[in-house]
């Protein structure tokens, strides 16, 4: 494992930047611990002023526009197109917990049992000035049209159609009159509306989408920033959607001009430069990149809430995976603090002064306030010995599970694994180094691990190392998408193994409890379980680290989003241009 602090690099930081009380010397406005280097975010709408354009960036070109035809993630309908309902940010530190707030939407009302909901849109929403749509007000029919091409053809159409799988809650969905739609669900649903703002479903596109001009190429939505230009390979120019109905004000911005910027290293040159106002710079370059510039602010961040990777096992018959002991013995082999430590610098940070808080994944990731359960502490139960690193515990499960030697299997994991391909290696080489398994790695591309590893339902051998645990929203939108068995195409097993018969009762009777505290103890229940049973092997877990940012982008770290791929509606409205801050 490669460690990721830097000493000279924390050097030269601490001498350029000494302990200015104002939280550096790039014009923050407080003190959040760390010597005085931490800039506190502050909420300054009060005197926000439209105007400027972000320069961002991405790491890499989408494929399409068409939010129904992306194989990963949403495109860039998060920028151009609404939702019904979108997630309400949190404000840092605290960690936001899946709530709702209308978006075209103006009201929701749920019939008792659950099993009706009535949304009533906005009046006067617009669409896109340009042809064809040309400033048309949104009505129920663009969001029949939304739902049919959902229904049609998006990837994460079976876990919400009960047409396609009996597990998935929506029967139908039929406008009533201009403004208004019913849905009518096979059973009701713990927190529903979080299915109507969960960014792999229905975006809100209009019906000219259907013939009047292609939404792989062209974006005519109602969301908070208009698509003017794409230029493949190399980025997109977006402009403030002054019709948007969240805020009269908001956007505040006027734009952004989005560059493709694939190399690490330019990004980090640009930043310094000021040519990017802000970037995701790794943890162990933070403190020698602010070196580099003392003017730029370094902010806390909140807790990550990106949903990590897990390591699922082949359920083909015969599998030694079958056996819990087996399964235990990986995760007891996993030295998660010093795994956390290499991977988000942990000790790097301390020696510069700053602190930060590893957490541990349990099968609920520790950002996922307020269910996740801390493994280190009481609350799992005997499951939580199943997290301690123990390699003479774990020596003894596999013997007794008959495995004299190493267990040789193959490993597998996605090319484009989140945290990179170092992470894996890291966790092969701690259960090859323990004398106890002998796992080759291979890896494939994303859209062929997709189709052999990722929706394949535990049908392969051996360990797939980088199995996604889904996206923000609801719990649910983790559980029930990758632990229900027969729901749609992104679940781990086959079937429900005796094993597994306690869990698979859980994960459906906790999306169906409408009374938020007995659903609280079944989700405890739940999580107790799956630490005792080990159907996955979650990820070890993260810390919290800092991001950089030029002082005029303002409002930057005040906002907390609930998932990290539907921030530019949620919260980059909110950031503005502070021409007095520019240096």
Request: with cysteine; aromatic share 10%; charged share 20%.
């Amino acid at each position: 494992m490669a460690a990721t602090a830097s000493v000279a690099a924390g050097a030269a930081f601490l001498a350029a930047c000494g302990g200015d009380d104002d939280g550096g010397s790039g014009g923050g406005s407080g003190d959040s611990g760390g010597n005085g280097l931490v800039t506190k975010p502050v909420d300054t709408s009060k005197a926000a002023k439209r105007g400027g354009t972000w320069p961002n960036h991405v790491a890499s070109e989408i494929q399409t526009l068409d939010p129904n035809n992306t194989t990963s993630g949403s495109a860039l309908a998060p920028q151009g197109l609404s939702r019904l309902f979108l997630y309400r940010p949190s404000l840092f530190p605290d960690l936001p917990i899946g709530q709702t707030d209308p978006d075209s939407a103006e009201s929701a009302e749920i019939t008792p049992d659950g099993l009706t909901v009535t949304v009533k849109l906005k009046q006067g929403l617009k669409f896109d000035p340009r042809p064809p749509t040309n400033s048309r007000v949104m009505d129920t029919e663009d969001v029949k049209y939304s739902w049919e091409a959902f229904s049609a053809t998006n990837n994460s159409r079976g876990e919400m159609l009960n047409a396609m799988s009996p597990t998935a809650p929506y029967l139908s969905m039929t406008p009533t009159d201009s403004r208004t739609v019913v849905f009518k669900l096979a059973y009701p649903v713990a927190d529903t509306l979080w299915q109507l703002a969960f960014q792999r479903y229905m975006w809100l596109m209009p019906r000219e989408a259907g013939g009047q001009f292609d939404p792989k190429l062209e974006m005519r939505g109602n969301g908070p920033w208009r698509l003017m230009k794409w230029e493949p390979s190399v980025g997109y120019t977006f402009a403030r959607n002054d019709a948007w109905h969240v805020d009269a004000q908001q956007p505040y911005l006027d734009g952004m001009q989005t560059t493709i910027i694939g190399e690490y290293a330019q990004r980090r040159a640009q930043l310094v430069a000021g040519n990017l106002w802000t970037s995701d710079i790794r943890a162990e370059d933070v403190t020698s990149v602010k070196g580099e510039q003392p003017k730029l602010n370094l902010y806390a961040q909140e807790f990550p809430v990106t949903r990590r990777n897990m390591i699922g096992f082949g359920y083909n018959p015969g599998s030694p995976f079958h056996d819990v002991r087996v399964r235990r013995a990986v995760s007891m082999i996993l030295d998660r603090d010093s795994w956390i430590d290499a991977f988000y610098n942990v000790s790097g940070y301390a020696s510069d002064g700053l602190e930060v808080e590893p957490r541990w994944d349990s099968h609920y990731m520790a950002g996922d306030a307020p269910h996740w359960k801390d493994p280190k502490g009481t609350e799992l139960g005997e499951g939580a010995n199943y997290f301690k690193h123990n390699l003479e515990e774990a020596k003894k499960l596999m013997q007794a599970a008959g495995h004299s030697g190493p267990l040789a299997t193959p490993g597998w994991f996605n090319l484009n694994v989140q945290g990179g391909e170092t992470q894996v290696q890291s966790l092969q080489g701690m259960l090859n180094d323990s004398g106890l398994f002998n796992i080759s790695l291979q890896g494939f591309p994303n859209a062929e691990w997709n189709l052999k590893f990722h929706t394949i339902q535990g049908k392969h051998d051996g360990i797939a190392f980088t199995q996604s645990s889904g996206q923000s929203g609801d719990i649910d939108a983790h559980i029930s998408v990758r632990y229900n068995i027969g729901n749609g195409s992104r679940f781990l097993l086959p079937e429900v193994f005796p094993w597994y018969q306690k869990t698979q009762e859980l994960v459906s009777v906790q999306r169906k409890e409408l009374d938020e505290k007995k659903r609280a103890t079944q989700l405890l229940d739940l999580q107790k379980e799956m630490a005792l049973q080990m159907p996955t092997v979650p990820w070890p877990g993260a810390a919290n680290g800092f991001n950089l940012a030029w002082p005029h982008l303002a409002n930057f770290g005040v906002w907390v989003p609930r998932s990290a791929q539907t921030p530019m509606i949620e919260v980059w409205p909110k950031y503005w241009y502070d021409e007095t801050k520019k240096t």
